[in-house]
């Protein structure tokens, strides 16, 4: 009997990966178990989320919800990924302020420019935040400040034992090669059962060399083989951007021409600005691309519904996330209108 591939390979290598990026740092758990269950049903390959022990048992429990609901094949599941970093990072962080040093006259311009509803008048709700850091520049009196959130790379190997996910991403800069050793000797329990590593990086001067330098440290650790062999480089345009305008997603792109050329072994995928023009505009580029990771857009695009109560309890909210999640990814998987509107879906409340 032929062995079916996991469907998140046969995505990379038909160039429609598809992947949730929950927010590295957004540990909001009702949305999050809601994002990963619209986005499961509508045919995602990676959900990818805050490496939170209390985020991932959600999360997958939410992926569980889906892949009952579809009666599909464990080979058809997505992964479940976890971001970390080896070294300070925008994605890591969080807003912070003491409510009782604002003005009583202040505007709150903090409060409405916020993207997810985590400012009140009481302060930033650390759960909500994931750092974006819209509000900073907006408060007149410059009292937001941004504090690092992100596991001791000590103990994330105990974290990840006791919380099993499927996939790791490593955020790295130019210069963090130290860190990314300390993060890589933290993680030695757990990479021989792996299935996925990615790499996300920004465009910054000496970083073909440095992710070249981090290849050798991969290429030749107990990273599991079917990992090392699917390296995925996630090419992170302009961070936490994509539900700001189209235009966000040319970054994205620009970058991408350019690292083709570096020759890195596995799998491109675009980030970091993502939105629905990022298919198009990668196909006109002519782009190698395997697939795109969408983090501030995909999410914005089913917000409404997601802040709401549970999805699982309200099947009529569900439905209309997972068609405009789905929307999204027939851009990359356009098969998927094909087969026109799946049974389980029918079966949700219209
Ligand atoms: S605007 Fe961004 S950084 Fe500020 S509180 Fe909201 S999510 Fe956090
Ligand atoms: S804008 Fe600044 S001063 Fe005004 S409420 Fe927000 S944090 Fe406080």
Known sequence: MVECLPRPYRSLDAGSWFKLIGGASLQNLPSLANLALAYTLAGADCIDVSADPAVIVEVRRAIDAAVRLMAAAPT?????????????????????????????????????????????????????????????????????????????????????????????????????????????????????????????????????????????????????????????????????????????????????????????????????????ASVALAREAMLNVSGVGYGSYARQLIQLESETDSFERHPKLLRRAVERARALVCQLKPHLHQEGTASWLTMLSP
């Open 76 to 276: 058809e599941r997505p992964f479940l990924m976890v971001s970390l970093s080896d070294g300070a990072d925008l994605h890591f962080r969080k807003a912070h302020f003491s409510a009782e040093d604002c003005p009583s006259d202040c505007a709150r311009p903090c409060l409405r420019i916020c993207p997810v509803d985590a400012i009140a008048v009481g302060g930033v709700d650390r759960q909500r935040c994931y750092g974006c850091g819209r509000c900073g520049p907006v408060c007149p009196f410059g009292l937001i400040d941004f504090h690092a959130w992100q596991p001791d790379p000590g103990t994330i190997g105990a974290l990840l034992a006791a919380c099993p996910v499927d996939a790791v991403e490593i955020h790295t800069h130019q210069g963090n090669l130290e860190g990314f050793h300390q993060l890589w000797a933290g993680l030695a329990p757990v990479l021989p059962r792996l299935q996925l590593l990615a790499i996300s990086f920004p465009d910054e001067p000496g970083m073909r060399e440095h992710l070249h330098a981090l290849w050798e440290v991969i290429r030749t650790s107990t990273l599991a083989p079917a990992a090392r062999t699917r390296l995925v480089w996630q090419i992170d345009g302009l961070p936490m951007s994509g539900d700001l305008a189209r235009s966000t997603a040319t970054r994205a792109v620009q970058f991408a021409l350019k690292v083709q050329q570096w020759h890195l072994p596995g799998y491109l995928q675009l980030a970091g600005g993502t939105n629905d």
